[in-house]
């Protein structure tokens, strides 16, 4: 039997905000080339726990590993640059630069460890993050975009822009916000079809979806959240049969 290896723990988590349990003993495991889905009611704390694993929200017990690296002390920018990317609900895009300048910094970014937004004239030259980005954007299908303004793209081709950015970045771990949120069904089926390809390369991807089609499409393992504790895990098989499940969500989401 082969080991997997593990690239990210969510060890025993838990977070309060005031009296209101956000996450309770949280603990979950992400092994390296996997898509892991987290699915729940809302208010069940998944941003809550995509927030503690980049960082932006500090646990009030437990830990999150990442690829052997305990994240106590890091800066969102710090677990960014060990190779943590996400994407967003909402995308936070620079609106009023074209799509190949938003894309190239973040690969700045990942490079010199800072963002060289205020540079990003003088090294636009640099050929080789140029190229990277136009590659990236091709991948998104924003290519014939490129020059365009960000601030002038559809709410679904904003999530794609978003993407590329993170994909530029060669994450190790790629976090995915509900990325069909508000999608019509033909930029949903788009990007399922992009994250499949992405799935392809091997790329770990944690993804927080209420859309049930996305979610059964792309997930080899399940975690589900209800009221801030993981109710149940397991194959989409596994998760589908599992009548708390049905109870707490899908039969909800079904509706
Ligand atoms: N900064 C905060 N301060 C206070 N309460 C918060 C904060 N962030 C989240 N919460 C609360 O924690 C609970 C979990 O929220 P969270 O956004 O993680 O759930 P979710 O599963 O992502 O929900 P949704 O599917 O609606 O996005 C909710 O009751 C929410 O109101």
Known sequence: ??????????ADVSKRFGGLHALTDVDLQVAEGEVHAIIGPNGAGK????????????????HVIFDGETLD??????????????????????????????????????????FRFNAIRAVAGEGDIREAAEYHLQDVGLFE????????????????????????????LLLLDEPTAGMSRHDTNMTIELLKRIKARGMTKVIIEHDMHVVFSLA???????????IAGGSPEEVRGNPRVREAYLGEAQE
């Open 220 to 230: 080899d393992r399940i975690s589900v959240l209800a009221q801030g504790k993981v």
């Open 1 to 10: 039997m082969s080991i997997q290896n593990i690239v990210l723990h969510v």
């Open 47 to 62: 941003s809550t726990l995509l927030n503690v694993c980049i960082g932006r929200i500090r646990p009030d017990h437990g």
């Open 73 to 114: 002390r890091h800066e969102p920018h710090e677990i960014n640059q060990l190779g943590v990317s996400r994407v967003f609900q909402t995308p936070e895009i620079f609106s009023d630069l074209s799509l190949l300048d938003n894309v190239m910094i973040p690969a700045f970014a990942r490079r010199d460890g800072a």
């Open 145 to 172: 975009r490129r020059l365009d303004e960000a601030g002038s793209l559809s709410r679904g081709d904003k999530r794609r822009l978003e993407l590329a950015m993170c994909l530029i970045q060669k994450p190790k």
